[in-house]
């Protein structure tokens, strides 16, 4: 065990926790942020995608010590009123059914707009391949990105 | 020659000797660079004459070939943008794509999941602090290269990322290179040691990096 500070959604966490943890376990269990979901644990699936300098990370694999010094962003972090373009667009069209997975969802699609504000569809399925949903939403998926883009384009200052 | 200071009279003795003299180093001088054996030749000439060895080269070759076209080289050297996966070579889960520098796309980037070190258990993600493919413009591919294609890649700048003979050598040590000898668990490792490999792959390039006919 060591003493251990992550900046999680702007704001400092003193932990105790071995540094080979996993990220998830130090958000989840010792922070006591549970929006971000355990899915497989390997690597495989998205449930547990958080930002980790801007990077769509799977905390599952990612060891607290790779986290030290590093911005954390979790889904509770995105916006304080789920005002966030892409949580807006997921509402509008109402994508989850069961909702695990969507968390890590819209970690992922908030960095695939940021990369690339105007995706096309194989943009989309370049990006969120690595996502999965065992209710199968991926059209609605799909379809709140494209809204969310446009969205953002509205929001963004005219030059 | 000498004037004698008793009498004033040049003394020719002395001036024959020293002529005498001077013949003889000559003829010795003349005789030894006969003889004269070079220890230090052009370098260039030490590689293309003396090392190379088409025979052996194509034989070391072999080898190479061998390893890089295991599953544990040629997963990240794939002839799609895609990279490979497992023992089988399958195409990666989750299809990843390869992107401008190798290291991924938006939410798919290699170091999301492929951390430093390998990740413990069966079949997780293993890891390096260098993970990536080649780069879009230049993909230095292997799947589906023939042994003759391949070494003619690996030689040419370029397609093998702009390496000359020296840093083609050091690229035996590459981080990446010795990461397929420790590729976590449940995958086979390459089918020599690298010892044994890094043996062959000098051995090819110091003896002329010959292309085998096929």
Redesign the interface.
């Known amino acids: 065990m060591a003493k251990i500070t992550l900046n999680i959604n702007k704001k400092e966490y003193p932990l105790e926790a071995d540094p080979q943890m996993p990220l998830l376990w130090a958000i989840r269990d010792l922070a006591g942020l549970k929006g971000t979901k355990y899915g497989c644990g390997v690597a495989q699936c998205g449930a547990c995608v958080v930002h980790l300098d801007g990077e769509a990370v799977r905390s599952c694999v990612t060891k607290v010590s790779r986290a030290v010094g590093k911005q954390v962003v979790t889904i509770e972090g995105l916006s304080e009123t789920n005002s966030h373009p892409v949580q807006k667009a997921w509402q509008e069209i109402d994508v989850p059914q069961c909702g695990y997975c969507h968390s890590g969802q819209i970690m992922s699609a908030v960095v695939l707009l940021r990369e690339k504000p105007n995706p096309t569809d194989q943009d989309i399925d370049d990006a969120m391949a690595g996502n999965i949903c065992r209710c199968g939403t991926y059209l609605r998926i799909r379809a709140a990105i494209h809204l969310a883009a446009d969205e953002q384009k509205k929001a963004a200052p005219q030059g | 020659m000498m004037q004698d200071p008793k009498n004033g009279k040049i003394n020719f003795v002395s001036m024959k000797t020293a002529t005498v003299l001077s013949v003889l180093l000559f003829v010795i001088a003349i005789g030894a660079s006969a003889f004269r054996k070079d220890e230090t030749p052009v370098k260039e000439l030490t590689l293309s004459m003396i090392n190379k060895d088409s025979v052996e080269s194509v034989k070391a070759f072999e080898t190479v070939y061998k390893v890089l076209m295991s599953s544990r080289c040629m997963n990240c050297h794939p002839a799609g943008d895609i990279p490979l996966q497992g023992d089988d070579s399958h195409l990666h ?5 390869r992107g401008v520098e190798g290291k991924g ?5 290699c ?3 492929h ?2 070190t390998n ?1 413990p ?1 069966l ?3 293993p890891g390096n602090p260098e993970w990536h493919l080649p780069p879009a413009a230049m993909k230095m591919v292997f799947q589906g290269k023939s042994a003759h294609e391949l070494a003619k890649q690996l030689v040419d700048k370029k397609q093998n990322g702009n390496k000359d003979i020296k840093k083609l050598i050091e690229h035996a040590d590459d981080g990446l290179v010795l990461a397929g000898w420790n590729p976590g668990e449940g995958r086979t490792l390459p089918p020599v040691s690298h010892a044994e490999f890094k043996k062959a792959w000098l051995t090819w390039i110091n003896k002329g990096a010959y292309a085998p006919k096929k």
Do not use: D
């Open positions: 889960a989750m299809a990843p794509k796309v938006y939410a798919m980037k170091s999301n999941c951390q430093e990740t258990g079949h997780t993600p």
